[in-house]
Structures are given as C-alpha cells and as structure tokens.
C-alpha cells in the first residue's frame, strides 16, 4: 500500500458548541455607552440649574442657592472626569453604569432634599435612571437600582428643607399626602422599569433574530456559489478526467505484472475512478435515488461512507451499537458527502487509526468520527465552521499548500440540511485527536411521518462490544 502524504485542513464545523450568534460578548456587557449617561448627566445639570435659577431669580422664593450649585456642580465635575479619563464611545459593564447610574439617584435626592423632598414638583424625575436602567442593563442591576430609589425617597420624605413658597416661609404639606406621593412614585417605578424592560428585551431579541437570519442568508449564499462553482467544475473536468482513465487503462494494459510501477497504475485508476463518483454525487446532491438502493440501514451507510478512504495507509475501524431495529434511512447524496468530508478530514490528519461509530436508541441516530491526530488549534477549535478558515499554510499531499477551508463548511452546510447537528471537539485539553460527533433526532434520520412506526433493518440488529472495535454486518476494520 502506498504510503499516505500528510495534508491537512481545519476548516468548518460547529466547534463542540452550538452555534449562538453572540458567545463573544461579555457576561457584564451592556449596549449602554459612556458617552450616553454623560450626555444624559450634561441635559440633567443644565435642567437642575435653570429650575433653581428660575425659582431664585425669578418668582424670588428663599432657598439655598449656595448649596443646590454645590449638589449640581458635583455632577459636571464628574463629567469633566470621566469625559478627561475614558474614551467617550467605551462600552461600560454592568456595574459601571449601575454606579453611575446610582450616583445620580443619590445627587438628585440630595437637590429634592434642600427644596422640599417629595412634596417637590421635580421628585418624578428620580424615576429617569432607574427607567434607563431597565432598558439597557440586566433585570438584577435594575432591581437593585429601583430600590436604591424607593429607599432614597422614603428618607427625603422625612429628612428635607421646608418646599419654597411665596412670601419666604415653607409650606406644609400633610403626610397623608406625602406618603400617596411615595406611593406613586413607587408604582410608577415598578410599572415603568418592568415596562422599558421588557420593550428593550423584544428589541433585543428581535435584533439577535435578525442577526442569525442574515448570517445563515449568509452561508446560503456562500453554499449556493459554490454549487454552481461545483456544476462547473464537474463539467469541466470530465473530459481531461476521461483522458487520464484512458491513459492510466494503457499503462496497465502495457505495463507487467511483475513492474515496480504496476501497483501505482491501479491505484491511479482507483483514484480516477473516485473521482468519477465525486462529480456524480456533486451533480446529485439536491435528490434522493430511487429504487432497491434508495433506503439502506445505517451500518451500510457508514460502510459506504468510509470505503473510499481506506487506502492511505490508516486502519479505519467501523463499530456500531444500539437497540433493536437498526434505523434504516434514505440513501441521501449530501449525506454521503458531508460523512465522507468528515471522514477523510480525519484520515488526513491521523497518524495510526480513524474510528467511526456509529450508535442509535429510540430516539437519536449518531455517528462519531475520531482520529489519533494532532486535533484542532485551540485558537481555532471556536472559530471551526466558518468558510474560508485554514490553520495554516501546511503542506497538503503531494507537497501542495493547504486549500480555502471549504470542505467542513459545505460538509456541515449539507448536514445540517438534513436536521443533523454537528458538533466537533479534541479529545483532551492537550488537543490530542479531534472527533466529529453527527447526531439526527431518528424520525429525521428515517424521515418517517408522525404517527408510522420506524422501519426495521433486514436481519437482526447488532450490538457491538464497548471497545468499538468490530461488528458484525460488515468488514469493520481494514488497513
């Protein structure tokens, strides 16, 4: 047997994960931006002060005026400290913008504190950060804000200067009042957190819905070119492919049993032959054959699956296990495809043997494809699935560089279109072996209708030992 030539590509799969659009985004991560509260806190101190200079100024009611522009300078000076310390457009965590937003609970309650507590007009507005809260940081951080507030003004409510009125003195207020006042402020905050919460979460969700969509048009489309790259390719590569099978039949034809060069002939016709197959299948993977062959059982289509790449010098060891009856499905080209993508991947990179497994209860169809070799990058294992991705410019067989990555993509594309889930992993930490798990829910895997029973495979289902290593339907270890 020749020896097998070392190439490898890493590119595509779901990379022991499933698949979520936004994996990359921090636990404490919010869409609240410094730039925002600061723009908020500047709006607040402009407001603060023309209410007090107004009041003061104009309609002339006794008030502390040195103090509330001590209160409301104390928030532009933290402006000026942030704005000088931080990038303006700086995401902030979330117990950053809890803090801050806790800051100007506590600087607006101190403003209500020197003009009258909560029988001041202006008391609504320590609803603001709690709302802002609500619709950009977690429920938790809202709660614990919403309450900072209640607590904020229930002391107000009893520690305060008298409210300005006219002619100099303070005007009272009964506490009946006082406390139908808090009783609405409370109400309002709960209402509206709740309510900016879960508008702000629809938004959210609708946004991370929309993202999803575009990426899997995305990979639609990246699949829907590359098939009709493929159709051409297919076309033309039929004539010099038809060249070489003549040329390769000659050589055998002329060349001696006994020639050093006659076993490389065959196997150079063997492997236009393959190629002859792959073409079929790229022209016939959106159909299903019909005929004796068109449902097979699944150790069949394992056998099937791992026999073209059984002569590069790597056991491929096939075991099955499962309870009775064996699932039996549709003989499916992309199937076929997106399995032997899977399974030459693995024999490329193995060093001594490639096991595929294949198992199956009442429920789940799963084939597992691992090899002996060096396993994914780990700073690449999490991007696996994507196309276009290579780990690296190695050499592939015959000395060639590695290719664009397509091969798992397309595998895990066509997979995927059956109702498979793909998930790919290292066997340890230490990146030792990769293994390429396919699991289909079985009513999916044997496309039966709801309410049929599930199909049963000719003869006796097997059940093969713990060590994976043999079963007995078909050749289950070859070199």
């Avoid at 698949?19 to 500047?42: H, K, V």
């Avoid at 977690?138 to 520690?159: D, H, M, R, S, W």
């Avoid at 150790?299 to 699932?327: N, Q, Y």
Wanted: aromatic content about 6%; proline content about 7%; hydrophobic content about 45%.
């Amino acid at each position: 047997m020749p020896s097998r030539r070392n190439r490898r590509i890493r590119g595509g799969t779901c990379a022991g994960m499933s698949l979520s659009l936004f994996d990359d985004i921090a636990p404490e991560a919010t869409r609240l931006r410094l730039r925002t509260l600061i723009r908020l806190r500047w709006i607040a101190v402009v407001g603060q002060s023309a209410a007090v200079l107004f009041v003061y100024a104009v309609l002339g009611y006794a008030l502390p005026i040195a103090l509330c522009f001590l209160v409301i300078a104390l928030s532009a000076w933290l402006n000026i400290f942030l704005r000088l310390r931080f990038p303006a457009g700086e995401e902030l965590s979330a117990p950053l913008a809890t803090g801050q937003l806790a800051y100007d609970v506590l600087q607006l309650s101190a403003l209500l504190a020197l003009t009258g507590g909560l029988a001041n007009p202006f008391a609504v507005l320590l609803l603001v950060p709690a709302v802002v809260s609500a619709s950009a940081l977690p429920i938790l951080n809202t709660a614990l804000l919403a309450a900072l507030t209640l607590v904020a003004a229930t002391v107000i409510a009893f520690v305060n200067l008298p409210l300005p009125w006219p002619g100099g003195g303070g005007a009272e207020l009964p506490g009946l009042y006082i406390a139908g006042i808090w009783t609405a402020l409370a109400s309002a905050l709960v209402f509206m957190s709740l309510y900016a919460f879960r508008v702000a979460e629809e938004a959210r969700q609708m946004s991370e819905a929309l993202s999803a969509a575009e990426l899997v048009l995305a990979r639609e489309q990246h699949l829907t070119a590359i098939d009709g790259l493929a159709a051409a390719a297919a076309h033309e590569l039929g004539t010099p492919l038809a060249t070489i099978a003549l040329v390769a039949r000659e050589l055998e034809r002329d060349a001696p049993d006994d020639s050093p060069h006659a076993e490389d002939i065959r196997l150079l016709r063997s492997q236009v032959e393959r190629c002859r197959g792959i073409l079929e299948r790229i022209g016939s993977l959106g159909s299903t054959p019909e005929g004796p062959l068109a449902r097979v059982p699944l150790t069949s289509l394992v056998e099937e699956t791992a026999a073209p790449h059984r002569e590069f010098g790597i056991k491929v060891h096939i075991a099955a296990e499962g309870e009775p009856p064996e699932p039996v499905g549709p003989r499916n080209p992309a199937v076929l495809y997106g399995l032997g993508n899977l399974v030459e991947n693995a024999v490329d990179y193995a060093k001594k043997e490639v096991a595929v497994s294949a198992r199956w209860d009442g429920d789940q169809v799963s084939i597992e494809i691992a090899d002996d070799g060096p396993g994914f990058p780990s700073e690449i294992l999490a991007q696996v699935g994507e196309p276009y991705l290579t780990t690296s410019r190695r050499k592939r067989r015959g000395g060639a560089e590695s290719g664009l990555g397509l091969g798992l993509f397309i595998a895990k594309t066509l997979l995927q279109r059956t109702g498979a889930t793909l998930t790919i992993f290292n066997r340890d930490t230490g990146g030792r072996g990769a293994v390429a798990r396919v699991t289909w829910p079985r009513r999916l895997f044997e496309r039966v209708p709801e309410g049929e029973p599930l199909a049963e495979a000719d003869g006796d289902a097997m059940t093969l030992p713990k060590d994976n290593t043999a079963a007995s339907r078909t050749p289950q270890e070859t070199t």
